[in-house]
């Protein structure tokens, strides 16, 4: 895979992750809408690939049984880990995991969250097909990441494979990893400088799918 060997140092960012504003509202956001298009149930167990500081898993931890989330981020988990043990949280765990980590993870889940995360990711396809082989038959897989921004979201990065995403490419691709039902929504929007300094405002997909 796969996720690239990032310079940009997230450990270090850390600590004050949350504290923009506009981050934790395009989460918000992308949560809304994932409430929309998603049958959320208590007896879900879910993964949230890619999970941060766990901004969205919060969200989400009222309504499902169980989370684990997953990152190659030790520093980001550790602010993640400081939310559960404040709201004393024995639903939640982390999980660490390596650039190719995705590997490790069995499952089975009922839903698969991931958010922000698939840019990163140089090899979309063999990750699509071990998320769809870890969920249960009928389970789900969410996915909200950029829609095609030219490089002008993130600027020249080396931790950064795509350039967002062609809405209908990314569909082809979850059929392809074997998922039915496959939809695709606008999720969210944000607004902010882009590489050249200029405000822009940016869209972002939440696509579905299904394990048949």
Known sequence: MDV???PRNFDAEAATWDENPRRTQLVADIFNTLQQKVPLHRDMNMLDFGCGTGTLAMHLAPLVDFITGADTSQGMLDVF??????????TVKTMLITPDGYKSLQGPYDLIVSTMTLHHVENI???LEHLHNILV???L???SDLDPDGGLFHGPSAGVFHNGFERDVMVGMFEAAG???VRAVTAAETTKPDANGEMRTFTLFLI?????
Do not use: D, H, M
């Open 208 to 212: 579905t799918g299904q394990r048949a």
């Open 4 to 6: 690239n060997e990032q």
């Open 179 to 181: 998922f039915v039902n």
């Open 141 to 143: 897989l969410a996915i």
């Open 81 to 90: 880990e400081k939310k559960v043990t404040t709201q004393s949280l024995n």
């Open 125 to 127: 396809a063999p990750l």
């Open 137 to 139: 038959p009928g389970g």
